[in-house]
């Protein structure tokens, strides 16, 4: 995935443990992948037949068609002929991963691949975890600081100025008036499935968040202006 | 028995006013229907109308220029402003041999803006803020990555071509 990978286990010092988790990843990577050659996905892209795809593939792609249904097709894993499942395998893998580590009796930890985060238990403090979360405007600036016990949390955004999208649904809305929507959910896949879709919804994005069980949360627009789902304050610690 | 004087008294006075009504309206369309036909709002009617069939209505104005055989006096009128609950109507109808030449509207609710209206009452009222920057003393930082660049970047592309 290219991306940076943080694991954190504050209750278990196997390091075997952080060794596997990040095997996982490398093995996700080498299957989703589609920069590199070998992965399965690209030997799908050239016409790989479906008899000879794996179970796992083929689940993961399942979820990506019903994650399309649930979303009024704004999740949408097909392009120009090509499967790109990305959207959804980042938070697939970081919950696969932290299921694995439940199962090895890790109970306070948190996985974070590219800004995407399952936490679980506490923190070394045996305190929340705190999450800040970025500002889209200044990468180096914390503009909310949640408190995210057992749920999963993923930004969505671009930091790309000038574009012009617009939302095949509604051609008035660009989609540059939103730089970041953060969506805390149950676990991670349901946060970051949801939170890639729902910024393709534009400014509606907030407000299928807000009626979609399970999700809250935070959007901030191109004036700097945040919006918050009714029950997004819960989480939120400063 | 005075209830009775004064009901028989009402009903002449609305006798001789509906009288006087259909005097002043011979042939034409009435503008109220021609109103109604153009707007969706009902205030139209009764704030909007030209003159003629609404003459005692406050705040409207007209510029008459020649008195001619028809019934409505040539010229155009300006009708006050009346509240359609989504944005307000204004109209002004012009007058020509007597009849109703025009209709323009000044203001009138736009159905964009209404339609957007009804789309946010329709959700929920969501609390907002202006962002502040926060203690960077954090755990974790959540953020966007490429990955939805790339999403981003494929969808325009796919848009481009649809």
């Known amino acids: ?238 | 028995m005075k209830k009775y004087i004064i009901g028989i008294m009402l009903l002449g006075v609305l006798v001789v006013y509906s009288l006087g009504i259909r005097h002043q309206q011979p042939k034409i369309t009435p503008p109220t229907s021609l109103a109604a036909n153009n707007t969706p709002s009902s205030t139209t009617s009764s704030s909007g109308t030209p003159p003629p069939t609404n003459s005692s209505s406050t705040g409207a104005t007209s510029s008459t220029s020649q008195n001619s055989g028809g019934s409505y006096k040539d010229g155009s009128y300006t009708g006050s402003v009346g509240d359609a609950y989504y944005g307000n109507v204004q109209v002004r109808a012009t007058i020509s041999g007597g009849k109703i030449t025009d209709v323009t509207f000044l203001q009138y609710p736009n159905t964009h803006s209404t339609s957007v209206y009804i789309n946010q009452q329709a959700m929920p009222y969501l609390q907002q803020e202006a962002i502040k920057a926060q203690s960077a003393n954090v755990n974790i930082i959540s953020g966007a990555t490429y990955t939805s660049q790339a999403f981003i970047q494929s969808l325009s592309s796919a848009l481009s071509q649809a």
Not at chain 1, 74 to 102: M, N, Q, T
Not at chain 1, 207 to 223: P, Q, S
């Open chain 1, 1 to 238: 995935m290219g991306m940076p990978i943080t694991v954190e286990i504050v209750d278990n010092n196997d390091t075997r443990l952080l060794a596997d988790t990040f095997k996982f990843f490398q093995e996700v990577d080498n299957r989703y992948s589609t920069y590199k050659t070998n992965s399965e996905i690209t030997h799908i892209n050239n016409g790989l037949p479906k008899s000879k795809w794996s179970a796992e593939m083929r689940q993961v792609l399942r979820l990506c068609d019903a994650t399309k249904q649930q979303t009024d097709g704004y999740f949408d894993i097909e392009h120009e002929g090509k499967i790109d499942p990305s959207g959804l395998v980042k938070g697939w893998a970081i919950w696969e991963a932290a299921k694995r580590l439940r199962k090895r009796d890790s109970r306070n930890f948190y996985i974070e691949a590219g800004g995407d985060i399952q936490t679980y238990g506490n923190n070394a403090e045996r305190q929340p975890w705190t999450v800040g979360i970025r500002n889209p405007f200044n990468r180096d600036e914390i503009i909310k600081v949640l408190h995210i016990k057992n749920k999963g949390v993923a930004t969505s955004g671009t930091y790309i100025r000038g574009q012009h999208i617009y939302s095949p649904h509604q051609p008035n809305t660009s989609l540059t008036d939103v730089q970041s929507l953060t969506v805390v959910g149950q676990n991670i896949y349901e946060a970051d499935r949801f939170a890639t879709a729902a910024f393709a919804m534009g400014k509606d994005g907030i407000h299928f968040v807000e009626r979609t069980e399970g999700l809250e949360g935070y959007m901030v627009d191109n004036k700097g202006t945040a919006t918050l789902t009714t029950g997004f304050g819960e989480y939120v610690y400063a």
